[in-house]
């Protein structure tokens, strides 16, 4: 139920983006942060959930996340085209396509992003420093319901640990 109330309002919030802001590139920038937000909590849920053993490779960490979309969104996907610091996830419907009235989108709107910002949080969450692009992108109602997103490790972050001794 709780997934259905997110696709039901998700056109809403973006209609509502589209009409408070100065274009379409900054609705993009603003469902990437907020995917981004979602994104860092998600795995946090999924480890809460399920007992997870740990992960040896970036693979390993991405055959997770795509698990962990599976369970907590409910979103079918799938992990392929593995290279050392890249995979690509193929989700087989977008849910947030689900609800949308839009004859045509915006030029230039790119409506899932939110999940670009999903992605790139969740692997912040684990001190990596990704960039996804969507590949395949949903360009109307009419179209086939999937997308593709590419991944690329671009590093590891480094965090300072705090000393609360000082």
Known sequence: MGNHV?????????TEMLGESKGVDEVNQAL????????ER??????????IKGCKSFKDVGEKVVEAFLKIQGTRSTFSNFELQEFVIQFEENPMMTFIELETLPTGLEYSSIYNGMLEGALSSLNYDT?????????????????TLKVTLNGIIKRKLINYDD
């Not at 997110?6 to 973006?14: H, W």
């Not at 998600?42 to 007992?51: F, H, M, R, V």
């Open 6 to 14: 997110i696709e039901i309002i998700y056109g809403s919030i973006v």
């Open 32 to 39: 990437k942060e907020t995917g981004f937000e979602i994104g």
């Open 42 to 51: 998600i795995l946090d849920e999924y480890a809460q959930k399920n007992s």
């Open 131 to 147: 960039t996804s692009s969507l590949t395949t992108n949903i360009k109307g109602p009419s179209e086939t319901p999937g997308m």
